[in-house]
């Protein structure tokens, strides 16, 4: 679980600059707006990755399901879809490491989301063996003596 929340906490902090940038945009703008759904969506991972999946609460395993699949992938790894790449995968990773620009955002909007499902992957594992152990109801009604 420590890595787990670790390695969402990285993820987390890598996506704060770009919302931050966003929310500073001087005129109103969707991506103004985009920008503090961003950042509210960032802080409440980061609570529930140290206040739930931290503790091993089953649900948080759950919020962070949502958070990644519906808050990150839209905002993370959609637009990347929209392009087409005229240059092939090796170009691409070269041109990410030697240069900043689209191919350096996107290398890195990719590894940010990476991060995030093998942070959601790890301690599935935890989570699936609690449920299907057959848990007791621990509610057990008192027996009436005569």
């Known amino acids: 679980m420590f890595v787990s929340s670790v390695l969402f906490t990285i993820a987390f902090a890598c996506l704060i600059p770009a919302c931050w940038r966003?929310?500073?945009?001087?005129?109103?703008?969707?991506?103004?707006?985009a920008g503090f759904a961003c950042?509210?969506?960032?802080?409440?991972?980061?609570?529930?990755?140290?206040?739930?999946?931290?503790?091993?609460?089953?649900?948080?395993w759950w919020v962070m399901f949502i958070i990644v699949w519906v808050g990150a992938f839209p905002i993370i790894f959609l637009p990347l879809l929209q392009h087409t790449l005229a240059i092939t995968l090796s170009e691409w990773v070269s041109r990410a490491l030697r240069e900043p620009g689209m191919p350096r955002t996107w290398a890195e909007s990719v590894l940010i989301f990476v991060l995030m499902v093998i942070a959601l992957i790890l301690p599935i594992k935890s989570f699936l063996e609690r449920q299907s152990s057959g848990q007791t109801n621990h509610y057990q009604p008192h027996e009436q003596t005569q």
């Open 22 to 33: 966003a929310i500073q945009i001087r005129e109103e703008t969707l991506l103004q707006s």
């Open 39 to 60: 950042l509210a969506n960032i802080f409440a991972g980061l609570v529930v990755t140290w206040m739930g999946l931290n503790r091993k609460h089953r649900w948080s």
